[in-house]
T-cell receptor, first 113, second 112 residues
Framework: EADIYQTPRYLVIGTGKKITLECSQTMGHDKMYWYQQDPGMELHLIHYSYGVNSTEKGDLSSESTVSRIRTEHFPLTLESARPSHTSQYLC????????????FGDGTRLSIL | SQQGEEDPQALSIQEGENATMNCSYKTSINNLQWYRQNSGRGLVHLILIRSNEREKHSGRLRVTLDTSKKSSSLLITASRAADTASYFCATDIFSGNTPLVFGKGTRLSVIA
């Protein structure tokens, strides 16, 4: 299995709280991604980064923000959680170059009450 | 916008049978990749096929690619209960600096 870690694995929290989902990889990959996914359903790209100090928004409109201060770390922050944010969040990374596979963490299952 | 579309959305088979999943896409690609996702876990890369390849094998997996029809298929032979998972195709478009585009997935159930 790839070395990409997400914490926490599960989080139940009240509306209005600020949340940071952590993602770290030890493979030195430049490219990192955040996806939102209802379990077993399609993935929606919400943010990605192609290196330090580089961040882009994905296809899904999101009220979250990301930062990429270090190559190995790509945290996702929700400033004020809402019930509509309840979902699974997957982090992934990929090496620069052609024909590279993507490596995923096991996700954070987020429930907003 | 969704590039890959898997078919069928769900598939239920008996252990020992073969499972075939299809993926269609819209634009030219550099490669196409298949991933598996077990319940409650992240996606795991299974196999990559380049645009100039037509068929690739890995263990019980066989992938075909038809660039003229913009379609790919994933065949799992002699399926096992442990193959129960969601399977996603993903396309890597020529620009090289765009994210992979994932399909909606096929949910496979293998009944023992």
């Amino acid at each position: 299995e790839a070395d990409i870690y997400q914490t926490p694995r599960y989080l139940v929290i009240g509306t209005g709280k600020k949340i940071t989902l952590e993602c770290s990889q030890t493979m030195g990959h430049d490219k990192m991604y955040w996806y939102q996914q209802d379990p077993g359903m399609e993935l929606h790209l919400i943010h990605y980064s192609y290196g330090v100090n580089s961040t882009e928004k994905g296809d899904l409109s999101s009220e979250s923000t990301v930062s990429r201060i270090r190559t190995e770390h790509f945290p996702l922050t929700l400033e004020s959680a809402r019930p509509s944010h309840t979902s699974q969040y997957l982090c992934a990374s990929r090496q620069t170059g052609t024909d590279q596979p993507q490596h995923f963490g096991d996700g954070t299952r987020l429930s907003i009450l | 916008s969704q590039q890959g579309e898997e078919d069928p959305q769900a598939l239920s088979i008996q252990e020992g049978e073969n499972a075939t999943m299809n993926c269609s896409y819209k634009t030219s690609i550099n490669n196409l990749q298949w991933y598996r996702q077990n319940s409650g876990r992240g996606l795991v890369h299974l196999i990559l096929i380049r645009s100039n390849e037509r068929e690739k094998h890995s263990g019980r997996l066989r992938v075909t690619l038809d660039t003229s029809k913009k379609s790919s298929s994933l065949l799992i032979t002699a399926s096992r209960a442990a193959d129960t998972a969601s399977y996603f195709c993903a396309t890597d478009i020529f620009s090289g600096n765009t994210p992979l585009v994932f399909g909606k997935g096929t949910r496979l159930s293998v009944i023992a």
